[in-house]
């Protein structure tokens, strides 16, 4: 008998880590960020939280990447 498909349940926050992987930037960047202020984290309890909105406006707060063409 097949098994049921289930839903995935949204994140609401992630983990340090769990940020980096869904971003693509290094551990250690997203720990600086947190460390300056540029990035809101939560502790709650023993673990560390951010906010989906949180890293959204993190990468938001970023200028967007242009290619620039040199015309030699």
Do not use: C, N
Not at 23 to 41: F, N, Q, S, V
Not at 46 to 62: A, E, G, P, V
């Amino acid at each position: 008998m097949p098994r049921a498909l289930v839903k995935p349940v949204p994140l609401a926050a992630y983990s340090p880590t769990q940020a980096s992987e869904a971003t693509g930037l290094r551990p250690e960047r997203i720990a600086a960020a947190i460390k300056r202020g540029e990035l809101h984290a939560v502790r709650i309890g023993t673990k560390t939280r951010i906010s989906f909105r949180s890293l959204q406006d993190f990468i938001d707060s970023h200028a967007p990447a242009t290619r620039e063409v040199s015309h030699v």
